[in-house]
């Protein structure tokens, strides 16, 4: 950690340890209002389950009872629930135990799904999911450009994969999802495309961000043609290079969002690792999240990932400009974590968690394993 991140926390700690009590419960209470998305739907509150990959599908990608309790148990407290990454197509699948919106023999779990979220009145997304050059079930990876075993993608190849974003889509309309969100995040498939040192096209989807960013812009203007103008679209970026240099510049990610923000795309959703912090590879001292939101209409909805453990978290992440909050491993340990920070006095249960306190929250045997235990796992 750098000497300005640490100061930085510093900071963030003060700051929540003088706020009082009444100061954190005005914002609450804007957190706690439903916000209306361009498409017309209204989502009852701004906390949002972050995707997750539970691995806990059957192996043919079909819903398993344990990510139906798993999803279901958070919905009611997030007024929007996501599923974990879902493979759109065999190619693209990325591990075993992912939830499959690839084939129609899926709809049947994913309507059940849809229903047990709606029915405790949260909005209901599935991410959709293509995992590149990082597909390990995949008989032939595909990325932006050859290496080893990945194989440059055509433009057929980009053509077949568009239309199966597009077949998934209408799948997840088909079985009652309020809508989808598009996986432009964490190395997959667009990401690949959209990087500047991992993309050396030199036809229209590679060179200037314009082209690197063309094939996420044409799934995106697929899939809206083909649902319904209610159907939520949403789309998530890593607008930033986090941990290394992979060529995601914030330059590069204003232009994307100001496309995106042209295409009818409900929700723009910001995978960072501190949800507060400006990028930690650019010389920059604004938050990303403040950086974006100066640039984005006001009917395009802003969330963000990274870090959010209490409540004086989401009031800060809040007033830099996020209207969702978004919500990750604090969401695995506390099912109820949008009702349980209103507690005065809350402290998150961090990782490393035991096996017992996972299982009490609808975190199954694989998930658990799936987190993993020793020094970099979650779980104890
Ligand atoms: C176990 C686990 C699974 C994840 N799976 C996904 C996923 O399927 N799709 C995705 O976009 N991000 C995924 N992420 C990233 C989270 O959505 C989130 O952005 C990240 O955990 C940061 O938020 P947090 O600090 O609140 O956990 C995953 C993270 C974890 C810890």
Redesign the pocket.
Known sequence: MTLSNTLREIDNLLSCIIMNNDQITDNLTILDNPIKLKCGKVVKNRYFL????NVQSNSNGTLHEDEYNWLTSRAGYFGMIST??AYVSNEGKAWDGQLGVAEDKHIQGLTKLSNGIKSKGSTAIV?LHHAGDRATLSPQKISATARNDVKAATHEDIKRIKSDFVKAGIRCYKAGFDGIEV?G??GYLFTQFLSKTQNNRTDEYGGEIENRARFLLETIDEIRASVPLNFIVAV?LSPVDIFENRGLLLQDTLKVVQWLSKRKVDIIHL?L?DAVAPPPLENSTVPVVQSIKQILPSDVKLAT????WTRCDAKKLSELGSDFI?????AIIHENWPEIIKITNFEPNKPPWTEEALKQVNVSNKFIK??GKGPNGLVK
């Open positions: 972050a995707p997750l990959t974990c990454a991410q996986h995040a964490n998530r995978s690792r990932a990274g870090g959010i978004v919500i990750g491993k604090a799936y987190l």
